[in-house]
């Protein structure tokens, strides 16, 4: 069992299967800086199955699939097959910005997979343009609504808020959940890599959010299924749930139960913090060790509680 030295039992592995992406949303991107990833220094999906059958020896439970944008990466569905022949792997989740969703949501559910998560930031058009660079608002509806069609089980919708952007769409976003059984969740803007649309005053809380939400209908507790850092909350007569991530106003890092697998190998004990493993070289016998010791100093070097700083690294390279 993979227990750290704070007592958290690790037992969630989210993976991200490319660094690239259609997308260029201003809150996880800076032109700038991003260097492609060269082919060669992607994982192999043999060699990702590898690491998950370790970690699933070890107590990793749950994975989740991720990038940049994982529906870019052909075959993933192959890898979901295979992913579920892992014995001890007991819930595959993936997240998507859904742009091709529509195309892509038979041959995902046919693999077997069943939680999905889609971005959308917003219900307007144009907006949507302009944040994610793409005309694609329409398409990503499409895809949400394909998925529900198809009975993928949670859809989760993800909408990460900031100040001045998208906040005056709280309410109009929560009320997806008054005509779909979706979960709605609300995600404080991070400081992920060098971000220049990031500083402190974009950053519209949890509470601001909870405030904008309870004028319009209470927010009770609902029940929450599997791990994660969400709290989740009815609101109103809903069919569906409202989630709220806070990792800057509320830490939730007494219960974070996960590492990462970066694209280019590397297994990652914090979000914010830049130590990594570079687990790729070991894997391709380019450095000494096991799997299995990585994971155990990943574990190891799991911080107590995030530093909030500008990480190196970008949340696509890392694996949102
Ligand atoms: N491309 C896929 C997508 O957009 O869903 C998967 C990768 S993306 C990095 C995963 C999640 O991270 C998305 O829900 C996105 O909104 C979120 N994200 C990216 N940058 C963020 C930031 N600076 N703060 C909070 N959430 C962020
Ligand atoms: Fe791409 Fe997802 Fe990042 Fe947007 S949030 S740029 S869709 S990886």
Excluded at 97 to 103: D, I, M, P, R, W
Excluded at 203 to 216: D, H, M, Y
Aim: contains cysteine.
């Amino acid at each position: 069992m993979l227990i750290d030295r704070f007592g958290r039992k690790i037992d969630y592995l989210r993976v991200s299967i490319t660094d690239r992406c259609n997308f260029r949303c201003l809150y996880c991107y800076s032109i700038k800086k991003w260097k492609k990833l060269k082919h060669e220094d992607i994982l192999r999906f043999e060699e990702i199955l590898k690491v998950v059958k370790v970690g699933s020896e070890l107590g990793i439970r749950r994975v989740r699939i991720t990038g940049g944008e994982p529906l870019l990466r052909k075959n993933v569905e192959y890898f979901i097959k295979e992913l579920k022949k892992i014995s001890g792997i007991e819930d595959i989740g993936l997240t998507t910005n859904g742009y091709f969703l529509l195309e892509k949501a038979e041959a995902l559910r046919e693999a077997g997979l069943l939680r999905i998560n889609i971005s959308l930031d917003t219900l307007k058009k144009e907006k949507f343009e302009r944040l994610t660079g793409v005309d694609g608002w329409e398409r990503v509806w499409k895809g949400i609504q394909k998925a529900l069609k198809l009975g993928f089980s949670p859809v989760k919708i993800n909408a990460v808020i900031v100040r001045g952007f998208n906040d005056d769409e709280v309410v109009d976003l929560a009320k997806l959940t008054l005509d779909y059984p979706v979960e709605v969740r609300f995600i404080e803007f991070m400081p992920i890599g060098e971000n220049s649309f990031w500083n402190e005053e974009n950053v519209f809380l949890a509470s601001e959010i909870k405030k904008r939400l309870e004028e319009v209908f209470p927010l009770e507790p609902a029940e929450k299924v599997g791990g994660g850092p969400a709290r989740v909350f009815k609101w109103g007569r809903g069919i569906g749930k409202i989630g709220i991530i806070s990792p800057i106003s509320e830490s939730f890092c007494e219960k974070c139960n996960r590492l990462r697998l970066t694209a280019d190998g590397r297994l990652r004990p914090c979000l914010f913090s830049d130590f990594e493993i570079n687990l790729k070289a070991i894997i391709r016998g380019e450095a000494k060790g096991s799997i299995e010791d990585a994971f155990f100093q990943a574990v190891e070097k799991k911080p107590e509680r995030l530093e909030l700083h500008p990480t190196e690294r970008f949340m696509r390279a890392i694996g949102g």
